[in-house]
């Protein structure tokens, strides 16, 4: 532990380029997941997908940064956006467990484009189609929407251990 514990101040950078590409595997493999296997995200996955990319984006530009002051605020915002995912995938998860009478997460694709003007439905292709309170993937009894709390949990957790073990001064 203590050996840990020492990695996340003396070797900050390394600790956030692992934290980016961990975000970029993830993101990946929510591609495949959309793209191989067929699964369509729904609303809350694709904001997950947007705090993730923000997570990455952030996390790999502090493990280039020299500056330890830039480094600290770039680790802040990481953390902020791995709390916010955190928030929306734990919400997806309770809409799970205890699925709403009336859907209310988004339409479905066929609909948006037969119902309105190319300029409108591109926007809502990309706020996701799926239904947020079906489980359509699970690993070790999890759903994707409890992973994803878990891995923003981890990451919000991380940032809070660098910000704890930055040097002072």
């Known amino acids: 532990m203590a050996?840990?514990?020492?990695?996340?101040?003396?070797?900050p950078r390394r600790v956030l380029a692992l934290v980016a590409l961990a975000c970029v595997a993830m993101l990946a493999f929510g591609l495949y997941l959309q793209h191989v296997e067929g699964l369509e995200p729904c609303p809350?996955?694709?904001?997950?997908?947007?705090?993730?990319?923000?997570?990455?984006?952030?996390?790999?530009?502090?493990?280039?940064?020299?500056?330890?002051?830039t480094r600290h605020a770039l680790v802040l915002g990481a953390?902020?956006?791995?709390?916010?995912?955190?928030f929306t995938a734990?919400?997806?998860?309770w809409?799970?467990?205890?699925?709403?009478?009336?859907?209310?997460?988004g339409r479905d694709f066929y609909g948006m484009i037969e119902s309105f003007p190319l300029k409108r439905a591109v926007p809502m292709i990309f706020r996701g189609s799926g239904d947020c309170s079906v489980i359509d993937w699970t690993f070790l009894g999890l759903s994707?929407?409890?992973?994803?709390?878990?891995?923003?949990?981890?990451?919000?957790a991380t940032a809070a251990l660098l910000w704890w073990r930055r040097p002072r001064g």
């Open 95 to 105: 809409l799970q467990w205890f699925p709403p009478e009336v859907l209310t997460c």
């Open 3 to 11: 050996a840990l514990l020492h990695l996340f101040s003396a070797q």
């Open 144 to 156: 994707i929407a409890n992973w994803s709390f878990l891995v923003f949990t981890g990451f919000a």
């Open 44 to 69: 809350m996955c694709i904001v997950q997908r947007y705090a993730m990319i923000l997570v990455a984006l952030l996390a790999g530009i502090g493990a280039f940064v020299s500056r330890p002051g």
């Open 90 to 93: 734990a919400r997806q998860s």
């Open 79 to 86: 953390g902020a956006f791995a709390v916010f995912g955190a």
